[in-house]
């Protein structure tokens, strides 16, 4: 009886060499194949749907030529042109509609981000009803976006709407009825729909962050003399820098990108205290009929946030590394 060892049974018979096996062939394509779906839902979805737009952003892709796009003359950078010519018509719009939006922005990401602040500093602590208020605090977080909005459409109208009852009849804060959907007020309506969508995520983010933070720090830094104020300010925002470099990012792209609450407030054609520069590429093209040009202007607010987001990154990066 031979005893046969475990090189000499790999070996492939007739041979000197030992087998290759198969598993190890699949174990390495096995991350590949398991890429593939996620590398072909991201074609298909956002990649080549880029490619299109940038391509029509270079063509006179008008109503004349929805039929057969490829018909459409090349122009170039025309539409680029028309687009930041500030001392045209369409091109002073469009400056109005991108400082309307740094201001939006500006506002949104600011109040949600104080508001969440808040109700996780309140919230973090345990007492009784603590889970009820957290409940209600994510309720605009859970409801469906277009429901919410036209919930707050209904809310804001001048006769009907909740908003003017509880100011005149309740509170009587006002003599008459106000027009929130149109003139300046417009701008205030469409913020505070945002904020109230916006800071129940910004709650969410900075009170799972304040999780990670142990109480051992707390009572050593009261021990230490510190009050509470310095204890937020030195302990529960260290602690939270990574968590609200993503926030005030997310934030940001998010409201500067909004669509969703303009349109719904106001339809395809806004006040001008309320043209944000979403619904302004938006109005160009379906309303105008003017798809080249919309896909310029919406290629120049892609390259926008991206120069705006890896300065912020880089600045940010910078800073956590001094620190």
Known sequence: MTLTTRAEASQKPGTGRPARRRSLSWGRATPFLLVVPAVLLELIIHI???????????????????????????????????????????????????????????????VAWAFGMAGALALQRRFRGQGTLRTLFLVPYSLPIYAGIITWSFMLQRDNGLVNHVLLDNLHVIDTPTFWLIGNNAFTSMAVVNIWRAWTFAFLMLMAGMQSVPDELYQAAAVDGAGTWKQVRYITLGVLKPVNVVLVLMLFLWTFNDFNTPFVLFGPTPPPSADIISIHIFSNSFVNWNFGLGAAMSVLLLLLLLVVTGIYLLVTSRRSRRA
């Open 48 to 110: 080549i749907p880029m490619l299109v737009g940038v391509w029509m952003s270079f063509v006179e892709l008008t109503q004349f030529f929805i039929a057969n796009w490829s018909a459409a003359p090349f122009v170039g950078f025309g539409n680029y042109g028309i687009a930041l010519d500030f001392s045209g018509s369409i091109g002073k719009s469009l400056v109005h509609s991108f400082l309307i939006t740094c201001l939006y922005t500006v506002i949104v990401v600011a």
